[in-house]
């Protein structure tokens, strides 16, 4: 029985220091995260700024109606080449053609008018007038002449008083009638200068609205006023316009003006002169080229965002962007060449400082495994994938990329293998 007992005691020690090395050899298994490294390489690297646009013409031509009427024929399509006096629509002209007839009509009463008041007035009651005083101007001579005979007469006693009195009551008379006349002809005279002045206005009123209604008559056929692209004709026969509503926009397409909405943080990397690449997404193996023209001058509000906006020129040869398109625009505002290089994941900012987590071996920490050493370094340009590494870290140094592991400086990791740029 004491036999049994010391057995039982021996294989549970046996079985007790097979557990304890166990253990042992399980807490010798490295527990360290798997981190992904990218080595620092040298190559060429090209900044560039993407973001949103809108196409317009350069020197747009813009056609509105300058009067109520129905569009009667549309003869040009959207989209078409036209040449300078292409007939484009046409417009019914029927009460504008009536209404000419009339300004016209007045025109010519207007300078009528005019003629006789410069000439002192109606050419009949000039020489009714006329008429009327030279007659005074007979009977006053002849009745002073009779006054005077008379009074020698009388004086003879040869004709009495009462045949004198007679005489100078109608001398009175006469002379009433001469005054009479008198005024009349400086009236009608200063009559005469008023209606010179209203004719005047009138004339004046009538040949402009007489030119302003030929505009408008001659405008029943309209017409493209350039060579260029008809790119946008928004009537239709039998539609209604009013004075103002547009009717056609015609330009030179062959090269364009993009508008592009930049982000306030990027704008101090533009200037003008830069290369820019348009590309659409109703064409995608199309690209225009082009360049920067003129900077932002202002931050304005676009939904969300607060935006410059760069105008840039853009060689369209074909045509095929159309005003107020919404196109892609990439602005490549700075090259360097054999420049270090990291990807732009590995880089972390804190306030104005940018740092990495380098990885640094075994051999270089005289312990097993590698760790993270936080490193600051300093960038210069960056494209979408890649800064610039000026300062901090040498070539072929290898860093950290974000991934499912809390990175931080001194810690203990695996470096996960068969990844590119290790």
């Known amino acids: 029985m004491q036999r049994k007992q010391i057995r039982w005691l021996l294989l549970g020690g046996v079985a007790s220091i097979a557990i304890v090395a166990l253990l042992m050899a399980l807490g010798r298994t490295d527990p360290s995260p798997r981190v992904t490294a990218a080595k620092v390489t040298r190559g060429n690297l090209n900044a560039a700024v993407s973001t949103n646009g809108k196409v317009e013409a350069v020197e747009p031509f813009v056609l509105r109606a300058e009067l109520s009427s129905f569009v009667t024929g549309v003869t040009a399509m959207e989209g078409r080449h036209v040449r300078r006096g292409d007939l484009l629509l046409q417009l019914d002209m029927t009460a504008t053609r009536a ?19 410069r000439a002192g007035g109606r050419a009949d009651e000039l020489g009714q007038l006329d008429s009327d005083i030279r007659k005074s101007s007979s009977d006053l001579e002849r009745l002073r002449s009779e006054r005077a ?27 009433a ?18 209606d010179a002045e209203r004719a005047q206005l009138s004339g004046t009123r009538a040949r402009e609205e007489t030119a302003s209604l030929s505009a408008k008559a001659r405008q029943g056929q309209l017409r493209s006023p350039v060579d260029g692209t008809l790119y946008l004709l928004p009537v239709r026969a039998g539609d209604y316009v009013h004075p103002g509503d547009l009717l056609a ?15 306030e943080p990027d704008m101090g990397l533009l200037q003008p002169g830069q290369p820019v690449d348009i590309t659409w997404d109703a064409l995608p193996s199309r690209v225009w080229q082009g360049s920067t023209e003129q900077t ?24 095929e962007l159309l005003p107020n398109t919404n196109v892609n625009v990439r602005i490549h505002v700075q090259e ?3 420049v270090l290089m990291v990807p732009r994941g590995a880089v972390r900012t804190e306030g104005i400082h940018r740092y990495v987590f380098q990885v640094v071996d075994s051999a270089d ?39 499912d592991v809390d990175l931080s400086d001194g810690i203990k990791v695996q470096v996960a293998p068969d990844q590119p740029g290790q």
């Open 99 to 117: 209404d000419l007839a009339q300004a016209r009509e007045a025109q010519l009463s207007a300078q009528e008018d005019l003629r006789a008041a």
């Open 149 to 175: 005979a008379l009074e020698r007469l009388v004086a003879k006693q040869a004709a009495t008083k009462d045949e004198l009195a007679q005489n100078r009551a109608a001398l009175d008379k006469a002379e």
């Open 177 to 194: 009638e001469a005054k009479r006349l008198d005024s009349r002809k400086t009236e009608m005279a200063r009559r005469a200068a008023l």
């Open 249 to 263: 926009e015609v330009a030179d397409l062959t090269r364009v003006r993009v508008r592009a909405f930049v982000d």
């Open 296 to 319: 932002p001058k202002t931050v304005v509000p676009r939904g969300t965002r607060s935006v410059g906006e760069l105008l840039c020129s853009v060689v369209n040869e074909k045509g």
């Open 336 to 338: 360097r060449k054999n």
């Open 365 to 403: 920490l005289g312990r097993s495994g590698s760790r993270l050493h936080r490193r600051e370094i300093h960038v210069g340009i960056s494209s979408a994938t890649e800064f610039e590494i000026t300062d901090g870290l040498s070539e072929g140094d290898r860093v950290a990329l974000p991934g």
